[in-house]
């Protein structure tokens, strides 16, 4: 298995421009993660979905974010329009997910850089 | 109060030596516990999940304390590559939200 593969791996992109960070999670896996990561706040999670549904979104951090999952092998995060705070590296995961056992597998994540 | 709580550190370690480290959780209907490992500049990776009875693997050993809602990794004999910053997660009751400490980062030292 490839593992969760995210793109791009990295992006430059100017304030006010639109930004989409896109992830294919493990096949298989039911539950998906939008994490970001600074060094202020650390990994902070941003959404889960679960069988393509999102579950709980209350780490977005404002309008100018929206996630979505069309389907189980297919999430994009979207940023519009971006802002250089918005800096950071985003991480997406995935998981099979019963009750009870929840280990994520991360891809490698998107560092973005607003300017 | 954060769900989450960790010592950011960092420890420094001498090669050889062990070091323990705790996470407080807010949560106390949590149910699952992971320790994760991130080495500088890469993703996330699961180290050892945490269970009731406390677990083990080679030279890292996890405990759960429900009643004072923290848990503990111990690492022995310290090796160089065990630098890293290591991530406390906890699965809250509810759904499956996995939410992470700020880390604990460890420095070994030769």
């Known amino acids: 298995d490839a593992g969760v593969i995210q793109s791009p791996r990295h992006e430059v992109t100017e304030m006010g421009q639109e930004v989409t960070l896109r992830c294919k999670p493990i096949?298989?896996?039911?539950?998906l993660f939008w994490y970001r990561q600074t060094m202020m706040r650390g990994l902070e999670l941003l959404i889960y979905?679960?069988?393509?549904?999102?579950?709980?979104d209350s780490g977005m951090p404002e309008d100018r974010f929206s996630a979505k999952m069309p389907n189980a092998s297919f999430s994009t995060l979207k940023i519009q329009p971006s802002e250089p705070r918005d800096s950071a590296v985003y991480f997406c995961?995935?998981?099979?997910?019963?009750?009870?056992?929840?280990?994520?597998?991360f891809g490698q994540g998107t560092r973005l850089t607003v300017v | 109060r954060k769900e989450v709580e960790q010592d950011p550190g960092p420890f420094n370690v001498p090669e050889g030596a062990t070091v323990a480290f705790n996470c407080t959780y807010s949560?106390?209907?949590?149910?699952?516990f992971f320790w994760y490992r991130q080495d500088c500049r890469k993703e996330p990776k699961l180290l050892m999940s945490?269970?009731?009875s406390g677990n083990e693997d080679g030279r890292f050993t996890a405990q759960l304390n429900r009643a004072s809602q923290y848990i503990s990794l111990l690492i022995r004999d310290s090796k160089l590559s065990d630098s890293a910053t290591y991530l406390c997660?906890?699965?809250?009751?509810?759904?499956?939200?996995?939410?992470f400490g700020g880390g604990t980062r460890v420095l070994v030292k030769p």
């Open positions: 096949s298989g896996h039911n539950s």
């Open positions: 995961a995935s998981s099979w997910t019963n009750y009870m056992n929840t280990e994520a597998f």
């Open positions: 979905f679960n069988n393509n549904v999102p579950i709980d």
């Open positions: 949560n106390s209907a949590s149910q699952s």
């Open positions: 945490v269970y009731s």
């Open positions: 997660v906890v699965n809250q009751a509810a759904g499956n939200k996995l939410t």
